[in-house]
């Protein structure tokens, strides 16, 4: 298998653009706040468990339960990323707009997320109570932004490496993967301001395994400084993924020690956002990296003090 030569060190978070206050709703998160977003897939054939929260009454069961469990986003998607069966834009939000104006209802200060590559979903979406438009897909309906912009709200602008949605990369090649990842988020996030999104409501994301091998997202990870370096909040999307499964040989469902590895190493080099399945497990692990740090002190410290 071709892959990218190892490259070295990344450049230190503490050598780039100060990382600013993010606006997502009502909320005002700061640099050092490490916030997970919990994933709730309204589809029948999710790779993670699927089915688990298609009906309904289970998907807002599993809203109740990561909320609990410390969730200060909820990302709600109706279209799997992998390829299958057709969902077109009218079924897409009928799968999640009513479901959003449900959760908007019963959780009015939380952040609601809508994982969505598709304008017209994304409008229905934010007029039913999403805060946060979730493009995986590398901006590939180039009117998003202005639908973030008309309803405020916010963008995560990825990179996919061109891929169209819902295909998966085929010996995909770049000269440098991180470069090509900064060049195509800075060019999102930059049209996304041009056309009135707020700058301090606009994320971005390398989006590990999309447009990637494994090789590369293991780099991305490896140099995540460069992007967190940017000044742009970084959102990573890591959990249970592919590359995680190929490095440890393991399968899906063996994946949440290196889930929870790949997430701590992100955190550590300054990502602020974390797309997670185990939201209780990557809450744990999120406020280890921020006690080590420095941020928040530890829940509870009488050991060798009594």
């Known amino acids: 298998m071709q892959h990218d030569a190892l490259p070295s060190a990344g450049t230190p978070q503490s050598a780039g653009t100060p990382q600013s206050l993010l606006r997502l709703g009502q909320h005002s998160f700061g640099p050092r706040q490490l916030l997970v977003m919990a994933i709730v897939n309204r589809t029948p054939d999710s790779f993670f468990r699927p089915g688990d929260t298609w009906d309904e009454p289970a998907a807002m069961e599993r809203v109740h339960q990561v909320v609990a469990e410390g969730a200060h986003i909820v990302d709600i998607g109706g279209v799997p990323a992998a390829p299958g069966q057709d969902v077109d834009v009218p079924e897409e939000i009928g799968r999640t707009a009513g479901f959003i104006a449900a959760v908007r209802a019963a959780y009015p200060d939380l952040v609601i997320s809508s994982d969505t590559w598709r304008h017209e979903v994304a409008r229905e979406a934010c007029a039913a109570g999403a805060d946060l438009i979730n493009d995986s897909w590398g901006g590939w309906d180039a009117a998003l932004p202005e639908v973030a912009a008309e309803f405020g709200a916010g963008l995560v602008c990825s990179h996919a490496g061109g891929q169209a949605p819902r295909t998966r990369p085929f010996r995909v090649s770049y000269p440098d993967v991180v470069a090509d990842v900064l060049a195509h988020t800075g060019k999102l996030a930059a049209r996304a301001v041009e056309a009135g999104v707020d700058p301090e409501r606009i994320v971005v994301d390398a ?97 060798g003090l009594a």
């Open 207 to 303: 989006a590990h395994d999309f447009g990637k091998n494994t090789w590369h997202s293991l780099e991305v990870t490896r140099r995540l400084a460069e992007m967190t370096a940017t000044g742009w909040p970084v959102l990573v999307s890591v959990s249970n993924k592919d590359f995680i499964g190929e490095t440890l040989d393991v399968p899906l469902p063996d994946r949440l020690a290196g889930t929870l590895a790949t997430t701590s190493i992100c955190a550590w080099q300054g990502a602020r956002i974390f797309r997670a399945h185990h939201v209780l497990q990557t809450r744990q692990a999120l406020d280890m990296v921020s006690a080590i740090r420095g941020d928040q002190p530890p829940a509870r410290a009488v050991r």
